[in-house]
């Protein structure tokens, strides 16, 4: 289905207006009068941001026009629209992927240079809507990139957080958290719609009645209610008309919130619940894969669930269909369990707004729902109190209630007299302070149930899923993570996108297994040289970027060796240390030692409650102090923390890596995606197999990745036969020693308690078994230092690499969710001229 639009453009066919132009002088005079009549600035006044806000408003006006074709096209009976219900949304900057998206590059930057002004500059001061913690917020980005540039109308709805991710800074190797003001100069990019607000109801009470048909119905009293105003961002696909929008949702006070209280006097009291209703929008928690249980949270979940699920509603009425039919126009995907409170809700909105029979509004709910799951971490399982789900959602709650009987109902049915299981599936955990299951919730409610990553997806059947797994084995299906490869490759490493251009020519983009063509060049040792000298320059910049940041040097030629995700126990990044202190250790004892130069760099955020990651960091850059000053091995070992780890850094820091450390305990990291950024950019992989390492692994081939580490199975026997660290420590001398030197104080001054939880930790519990995949890790390290002094096989392994990548798009994975699981079609728009 093709469908065209005839929307008025406001532009003369033929001739070049200001708003649309892409002439070099017209794109020059519309920067110019956006710079004097929206950003109210003379050029001899206009700071950079004032450019860059000029520079914004100019793009944002050459894709209004399919902007609205596409919001029109969506209103039509027949088009599928899928909803991508998600708390996070990681987008990064958008000025640059606009530019690349929309195919004007080129002449913005002509136009931008020959106003005496620097494109690079004006792309780098955007501050980026941090919106997201890490993966989770980092996939829905690139999903509604690829949603867009597959023509399949999208529209992704979330939480317009006032302040996002913190930032952080390095102060005496500690992290300090600092408030993230990323709307302080405004925000170009979005189109507030107050006229599509919605309200949003909380607390209260519910009250049984009978309508005039004589049937038993329940009418929710709120306690209070916020509204959720909408704020839209376009999302442009690559190369089409497609431009899709992603609406964040913003709560405020109703605007009758301040009568009663008025004509009481209550001046305070009345402001003070507008405080307090915008306080839902107000912040990210900072937290991945670990859950707060904070009443603001669940606050925050519903509110954005509500507000788009009533959206939803008005858009399906709206195209003239009524709500019988809402699973035919929508397909809604809930990202992880943040959002499985739309389970309860719509079921809410059809039952009891709109007087649906209960069996006929579960079959709506199940066929419009869907869910993804993003880890198998137990302290990521959401789990609300009973209590305190209930003085919030009083109706959502015998809504799960009522469920839940249902449910039950059929399990018994099926497995007569197996309480234990019945325990096990219910919505509801019994034990201690009750409480509501989200998982569960969304395992129940929904049509299709998938992991991020084949392992992932097989192990969540074999362990946390595995009863829903065999009671509803139909709805269980894997969707391996993808990426962008327009922002992971043509924006953020522009030199190898051309190099590519050169030898396999362009449309690879958007076929991402066409990179394949570059394995034959792999062989060719010119084509080599150029992709190493492409390295080079990017590891340079880097390394420029490096010493402004943190005053250390690094040099370009040695071994860049990057770990970059959010700092986690269970990621590992204290075994790359220990691998470090290693390589110490052996220099100073042997000072001649035969070694590549390895600079290793380090990036990440760490939740501001957890102390182990803390000290994580604390750690990093203590080893980094004392190796990087020591002239006995500092020409050879260079330790990086690069503070305040981003969308915008990792533009820097994939393109710059040649081995990328993917080191999870087996079975832990449910897909992973960094490690996706890092290959298409022509780095190997140091990695156990976890994830979607396997799957990388058996794309690249075996022979161009460094696997280390115990497997899954072996994993779950040493934890069953009682796993005891400290018999890795009493056997291997170099761990001891290691480990030792760390504890006398090294690299901290002489102080022993620093390091003593981390240490503790290892020798007496190590739950993320560090110590039993050490030695494999060391060897396999050393591997590594081989095969990179071999440098043509490194690069012909590099090459490799990014050749095999194709599958790993999020092209792919998106296709794959729209055949698997939303049945939508790709609907390409004409624009009339
Ligand atoms: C998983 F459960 C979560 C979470 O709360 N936050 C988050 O970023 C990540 N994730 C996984 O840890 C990654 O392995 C995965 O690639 C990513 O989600 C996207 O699926």
Redo the contacts with the bound molecule.
């Keep these: 289905m093709t469908v065209s639009t005839n929307l008025p453009s406001f532009h003369t066919p033929g001739v070049e207006d200001d708003r649309t132009g892409l002439g070099i002088e017209t794109l020059k005079r519309a920067f110019f009068d956006n710079l004097y009549y929206v950003q109210g600035k003379l050029p001899n006044r206009a700071s950079t941001v004032d450019y860059y806000m000029a520079l914004a408003y100019t793009v944002r006006d050459r894709l209004l026009q399919r902007w609205l074709a596409t919001e029109d096209i969506l209103t039509r009976p027949e088009v599928r629209i899928v909803g991508y219900l998600s708390a996070e949304f990681l987008m990064g900057p958008h000025l640059g992927n606009n530019l690349i998206n929309l195919d004007i590059y080129a002449p913005v930057k002509q136009a931008i240079e020959e106003s005496g002004l620097n494109l690079q500059e004006l792309i780098d001061i955007e501050e980026e809507p941090g919106l997201g913690?890490?993966?989770?917020g980092r996939?829905a980005a690139c999903y509604l990139d690829s949603l867009a540039s597959l023509q399949i109308p999208a529209i992704g709805y979330g939480i317009r957080y006032e302040f996002g991710i913190f930032d952080q800074e390095i102060v005496d190797g500690w992290q300090v958290e600092i408030t993230d003001k990323w709307l302080k100069y405004g925000n170009p990019w979005e189109v507030a719609r107050p006229e599509e607000a919605v309200e949003i109801k909380f607390g209260g009470y519910t009250q049984p009645y009978t309508d005039d048909q004589g049937r038993y119905r329940v009418r929710w009293v709120p306690g209070s209610t916020v509204m959720g105003i909408p704020y839209d961002t376009p999302i442009t696909g690559y190369n089409v008309n497609t431009v899709n929008t992603l609406r964040l949702w913003k709560a405020e006070a109703p605007e009758s919130f301040d009568f009663t209280a008025f004509n009481q006097g209550d001046y305070w009291g009345a402001v003070n619940d507008k405080v307090v209703s915008e306080t839902i929008s107000k912040v990210l928690y900072p937290n991945?894969?670990q859950i707060q249980g904070k009443q603001l949270r669940l606050q925050q979940q519903f509110f954005f669930v509500s507000c788009s699920l009533q959206d939803v509603i008005r858009r399906q009425l709206e195209s003239g269909r009524t709500l019988d039919t809402l699973h035919e126009k929508f397909s809604l995907q809930m990202n992880?369990t943040h959002p499985s409170v739309a389970v309860a809700e719509l079921m809410r909105l059809l039952v009891d707004e709109h007087m649906l029979e209960w069996d006929h509004a579960w079959d709506i709910t199940t066929r419009t729902l869907a869910y993804t799951n993003?880890?198998l971490l137990p302290e990521?399982l959401e789990k609300w109190s009973v209590s305190l789900f209930g003085s919030l959602l009083p109706r959502h709650l015998e809504i799960i209630f009522e469920i839940n009987s249902r449910f039950l109902d059929q399990v018994r049915l099926r497995y007569p007299g197996d309480e234990a299981r019945l325990g096990q599936l219910s919505l509801i955990d019994e034990g201690g302070d009750r409480s509501v299951r989200m998982a569960n919730l969304a395992c129940v409610g929904s049509h299709a149930i998938n992991g991020?990553a084949a392992l992932h997806s097989e192990l969540l059947k074999k362990t946390v899923l595995h009863d829903f797994y065999e009671l509803m084995p139909e709805k269980f299906c894997n969707v391996t993570?993808g990426v962008t490869p327009r922002r992971w490759l043509a924006l953020s490493n522009p030199r190898l996108t051309a190099l590519i251009d050169r030898r396999i020519g362009n449309g690879w983009l958007t076929h991402l297994d066409r990179l394949r063509e570059l394995e034959s060049a792999a062989d060719d040792a010119g084509f080599r040289h150029e992709w190493r000298m492409v390295k080079r320059d990017i590891k340079a910049d880097l390394a420029d970027h490096i010493a402004n940041r943190t005053g250390i040097s690094v040099n370009p030629d040695t071994l860049f060796d990057i770990q970059v995700k959010r700092i986690h126990e269970y990621k590992r990044q204290h075994l790359n240390v220990l691998h470090i202190v290693t390589l110490y250790h052996r220099l100073k004892q042997n000072p001649n030692q035969d070694m590549a130069g390895r600079t290793f760099i380090f990036g990440g955020k760490a939740a501001p409650g957890y102390d182990m990651a803390k000290r994580i960091i604390k750690l990093i850059t203590s080893v980094g102090d004392v190796v990087n000053k020591d002239p006995d091995v500092s020409d050879r070992l260079r330790v990086v923390f690069l503070p305040d780890y981003n969308v915008t850094f990792g533009q820097r820091v994939y393109p710059a890596a040649e081995l990328s450390e993917q080191i999870s305990l087996a079975g832990l990291?449910?897909?992973?995606?960094g490690n996706m950024k890092f290959s298409m950019n022509g780095a190997l992989t140091i990695g156990t197999l976890d994830?979607a390492n396997v799957e990388i692994r058996e794309e690249v081939g075996a022979e161009n990745f460094f696997l280390f580490g115990m497997k899954t199975e072996e994993v779950t026997a040493l934890r069953s036969q009682g796993y005891n660290p400290m018999s890795y420590y009493h056997s291997n001398e170099t761990l001891k020693a290691v480990i030792d030197l760390i504890a006398s104080g090294h690299f901290s001054h002489g102080d022993r308690e620093l390091f003593r939880p981390l240490i503790d930790n290892l020798l007496y519990h190590d739950p993320y078994m560090l110590l039993a995949d050490y030695q494999s890790y060391v060897d396999c390290q050393d591997q590594v230092d081989r095969a990179y002094r071999d440098s043509e096989n490194w690069v012909r392994m590099s090459i490799l690499n990014a050749a095999r990548m194709g599958k790993f798009s999020s092209d792919r994975s998106i296709q794959d969710y729209a055949q698997t699981i939303w049945q939508a079609d790709a609907v390409p728009i004409e624009i009339e001229a």
């Design positions: 913690n890490g993966g989770l996939l991945d894969e992880d993003h880890t990521a991020v993570n990291e449910a897909s992973g995606t994830g």
